[in-house]
């Protein structure tokens, strides 16, 4: 399975998900490059961004332990199988709940960037 592939523009901010292969060299978003994110999966700050779950009656219960204050929050979490993708976008706090499987859960803070954890 692969992981998830999002670009991100270093003067704006704005955060592209790409939808199978990337057939092109780059993409751009106020005239640069976008980058390419790649997922963080150990914290090593006092501000925790790794994913952690549990499993409750067919049930994965995915939490950040993390602030979600106006400047500084966790956006989305986002559960990946071999044949679906998630999207949870949080407001008032950093949980959601998906349907047990196998796969890797994401998590985006606003500063910090992407996190990942295997299920």
């Known amino acids: 399975m692969e992981d998830l592939l999002l670009k991100k523009c270093s003067k704006c901010g704005n955060l592209v998900?790409?939808?199978g292969p990337l057939r092109?060299?780059?993409l751009s978003c106020c005239d640069q490059r976008m980058v390419t994110l790649e997922p963080n999966s150990e914290d090593?700050?006092?501000e925790k961004h790794v994913p952690?779950?549990?499993i409750k009656?067919?049930?994965l219960i995915?939490?950040?332990n993390h602030v979600m204050e106006k400047e500084h929050f966790i956006e989305w979490i986002?559960?990946?199988t071999e044949n679906k993708e998630e999207f949870v976008y949080l407001t008032k706090e950093a949980k959601a709940t998906f349907q047990y499987e196998k796969g890797k859960l994401y998590a985006y803070c606003n500063k910090h960037g992407l996190w990942s954890k295997e299920v």
């Open 52 to 54: 952690t779950y549990e």
């Open 17 to 19: 998900k790409v939808v």
């Open 44 to 46: 090593a700050s006092f």
């Open 57 to 59: 009656d067919d049930k």
């Open 62 to 64: 995915v939490t950040v």
């Open 24 to 26: 092109c060299q780059s």
């Open 78 to 80: 986002c559960f990946k």
